[in-house]
């Protein structure tokens, strides 16, 4: 079974240009979920999708980013526009069921993306 | 926010050796999770905790669930070569958001020079 695919593994931008990252979760799975590592971070979490609804966005940075889960299978990610402080390593994951404590997340490679 | 303070940033080791980290925090934790990410790949998980006091072993890495719930510990024994990467470990924080991990800086395993 496949696991979660990220595109693109690498995006390098200037700063104002628009990117957008998707992510394929595992087939089934419900929840899917994007996080971000900022070089010398903790990995942070940014939202959290319940097949096309947004369960919690409490950790999107400001509104030049945007998710989207049209149809409840892969999902998107637009930072527009870029800032320098948008570099780091997006990771994807997803789980099966929102079961909270006892679900496994699954992570994609990641995409890193560097703004110039 | 919440946060978790994880030691060391990095070590090296030999193969053979045991090595130990730990993640703390000021918060309660309802769920402790470790993972391991390789070059180019995303973090992969090795050990769940669910309860306190909970102590569990995978192979050669073992982990605990502490019993204050602010605290966890992964050991590794005898290390071996292909143990180096990134270990970070996260956790559900009690009465927060089921989806919402919060992770630790990570601890680098090296292989000593």
């Known amino acids: 079974e496949a696991g979660v695919t990220q595109f693109p593994s690498h995006s390098v931008i200037e700063k104002g240009q628009t990117v957008t990252l998707r992510c394929d979760p595992i087939?089934?799975?419900?929840?899917l979920y994007w996080y971000r590592r900022v070089m010398g971070k903790e990995i942070k979490f940014l939202l959290h999708f319940v097949k096309e609804s947004k369960q919690d966005e409490s950790g999107m940075p400001n509104n030049r980013f945007l998710a989207e889960r049209t149809g409840g299978t892969y999902s998107t990610l637009k930072v527009q526009p870029a800032e320098l402080e948008d570099s780091g390593v997006y990771f994807c994951?997803?789980?099966?069921?929102?079961?909270?404590?006892?679900?496994?997340?699954?992570f994609g490679p990641g995409t890193r993306l560097t703004v110039l | 926010g919440q946060q978790l303070n994880q030691s060391p940033q990095s070590m090296f080791i030999q193969e053979g050796e045991d090595v130990s980290m730990n993640c703390t925090s000021s918060s309660i934790f309802n769920t402790w999770l470790w993972y391991k990410q390789d070059p180019g790949e995303g973090p992969v998980l090795l050990i769940a905790?669910?309860?306190?006091?909970e102590l569990t072993s995978n192979g050669r890495l073992t982990a605990q669930f502490g019993i204050t719930r602010k605290d966890s510990f992964l050991n590794i024994s005898a290390s071996i070569p292909s143990d180096v990467g990134i270990y970070f470990c996260?956790?559900?924080?009690?009465?927060?958001?089921?989806?919402?991990?919060?992770f630790g800086k990570g601890t680098k395993l090296s292989v000593k020079p």
């Open positions: 087939s089934g799975h419900d929840n």
């Open positions: 994951a997803s789980s099966l069921e929102d079961r909270g404590y006892t679900d496994t997340q699954y």
């Open positions: 905790l669910y309860k306190a006091g």
């Open positions: 996260a956790g559900l924080v009690h009465g927060g958001s089921q989806g919402n991990l919060i």
